[in-house]
């Protein structure tokens, strides 16, 4: 049908072109002016090249008008057949809804439609959850994407050779002289494993050019570890060790002990002051030991050995009592710390001023007592006890001056003057001989 139509479609054409050119043209009358050779289509039409045409096509015009007219009685044919079949649809769908629920026709369809609903509902859901499960799958791809590259960053990682974030010298020995007589050269944090020790430890030794090698058991720089612990922790060590000594800590009573212990060369203690105007001062004790746990670690040198800070250990005479050079000395005292009382004093000396040191009742020298910045620290600095608790080295700044920074190392005493560097001889002989 649809090939018909677009026939009689062109047959009208045809024929709107054809009265189109009628309008256009000179009177029809006028038909004796006619040139045989003035054809339609080739120049615009006149009357003759029209009527020309007319005769020579009318059969055919005819012939198409004929075609159009059957395709229109056809169409209007089929338009009274769709109506009737719509008439027909209407009157059974009302016929249908009039009847009974117990035609088996209706039921029938009533069953498909649900059926039909339910599939759709079913559908519905299962889209619902296809896009939910579509929307984990995409999370999950995302998730596995950043793993992935994650994977990548470590597989690159890890092929680079692992590299400690600290650089611990290959070089061991029983203390740094021994490190350094092993060649070690450079300042830096190495394993050492004195005689009597049951295992080795880190330390930081300081070399210097003339290849002396000091074990630093004590640092003090800027405040940064507070250094009031209890027993446990003086005796195992506290703080950090950096192999550019740029941290504060407690080498530990129990490896200070080893150090000390059973060498036939006597072990110097070195220490070393910076006050707040940057001056350096130092005192040396010879013959320095720390006795074991069984003995509180004891405390004890042979003598004073020098220094330009003076002999701190040896008690200071403050001008409150006759006995204060002698309640404030140090050689051959215990250790205390706040839990656990060693002192002379009634009280407790570590509580008190909130270290851990060889109390006596209480000092005249305290390297790990509380950091003061700028130094001067008055009795209501110094809390709820009021006692003179910083860092002080009393022959050289007096007991409310606490000192900016301490070193205490070991040495032992055949490599000390083995160099140049400070000065070093014996002023005074002091101590429990
Ligand atoms: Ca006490």
Not at 288 to 293: A, D, L, N, S, T
Not at 339 to 353: E, L, S, T
Request: with cysteine; glycine share 10%; proline share 3%.
């Amino acid at each position: 049908m649809a090939q018909s139509l677009l026939a009689a479609a062109g047959g009208l054409l045809l024929l709107f072109s054809i009265s189109s050119a009628q309008i256009r043209g000179d009177n029809l009358v006028n038909s004796a002016n006619c040139n045989p050779n003035d054809g339609f289509g080739k120049y615009c039409p006149t009357t003759c090249g029209v009527a020309d045409y007319l005769l020579r096509y009318i059969p055919k015009v005819d012939d198409d008008i004929d075609k159009m007219l059957d395709e229109l009685e056809n169409i209007a044919n089929l338009t009274q057949g769709a109506e009737e079949t719509v008439i027909y649809m209407k009157d059974s769908t009302t016929s249908a809804q009039k009847q009974s629920p117990v035609d088996p026709y209706f039921r029938k369809s009533t069953g498909m439609l649900d059926d039909v609903l339910r599939f759709e509902k079913t559908i519905l859901t299962q889209e619902q959850q296809i896009f939910e499960l579509q929307n984990l799958i995409s999370s999950n791809e995302r998730r596995m994407a950043e793993l992935k590259q994650l994977s990548v960053q470590l597989q690159q990682r890890c092929q680079e050779p692992c590299k400690d974030s600290v650089e611990i010298q290959p070089i061991t020995g029983t203390d740094c002289q021994d490190v350094a007589n092993k060649g070690a050269t450079t300042n830096g944090l190495y394993y050492i494993k004195p005689a009597q020790a049951p295992e080795q430890f880190l330390v930081y030794c300081e070399i210097d050019n003339f290849g002396r090698g000091f074990t630093v058991i004590q640092r003090r720089r800027d405040g940064s570890v507070d250094f009031h612990k209890d027993w446990i922790q003086y005796k195992n060590g506290f703080g950090y060790l950096s192999p550019d000594d740029t941290t504060e800590f407690w080498l530990g009573n129990e490896k200070i002990h080893l150090l000390t212990l059973g060498t036939t060369i006597p072990t110097v203690l070195r220490i070393e002051l910076v006050d707040w105007d940057g001056n350096k001062k130092y005192a040396d004790y010879t013959m320095f030991r720390v006795g074991p746990e069984a003995d509180n670690y004891r405390l004890t040198y042979g003598y004073y050995l020098g220094g330009d800070a003076g002999d701190a250990f040896d008690g200071f005479d403050f001008g409150d009592d006759p006995s204060d050079k002698f309640y404030t000395s140090h050689n051959g005292m215990l250790f205390s710390t706040f839990d656990k009382d060693n002192d002379k004093y009634d009280g407790n000396c570590a509580q008190q001023d909130g270290s851990g040191w060889w109390m006596n009742r209480c000092h005249a020298a305290h390297l790990n007592g509380k950091y003061y910045p700028g130094g001067r620290y008055t009795e209501k600095d110094a809390g709820e006890h009021g006692f003179d608790n910083g860092i002080i080295w009393v022959t050289w700044h007096n007991r409310w001056y606490s000192l900016k920074e301490t070193t205490m190392k070991l040495i032992p005493l055949s490599r000390l003057t083995a160099g140049g560097g400070q000065q070093t001889g014996v002023k005074q002989f002091g101590g429990l001989s």
